[in-house]
């Protein structure tokens, strides 16, 4: 099942970089519970929003400051996924800077995104699978 979690976070992460961010949210959940990490504090508490419209919006915003992700890398453990997302141009929007890196593992339940979970770093992303 991994293998196949693996391979629909890339397909969505593909539509994404695409710019086809209906297909991208196809793979998601309406119900997705998003834990987000806000960049625009120093030393953020995990913040939790409710359903795929959230994501969406958030999304619209990085394109809109023209922000594209790119997909370093990806590795799961049964219905989690975590992935490291390089996406330049992002630092100019936080307080602390973090690379242009993204880490966040997401949960994949019978085909689709049903959580999604902004880490710190690498080690905590990876932590977070297992």
Known sequence: MSNENVELIRRAYEAYSRG???TML???????????????????EPQVCHG??????????QAEHGLKAELEEVAGRGDRVMVVVR????????VGKAGDRNYAVFTVR???IVALRDCRDREEAMAAIG
Do not use: I, K, M, Q
């Open 110 to 112: 019978e085909g689709r």
């Open 20 to 22: 086809d961010v209906a």
């Open 87 to 94: 996406t330049p141009g992002v630092d100019a929007f936080r």
């Open 26 to 44: 196809d793979f998601v959940d309406p119900d997705l519970e998003w834990t987000y990490l806000d960049p625009s504090t120093e030393d953020p």
């Open 52 to 61: 795929r419209h959230e994501l969406e919006t958030a999304l619209e915003r």
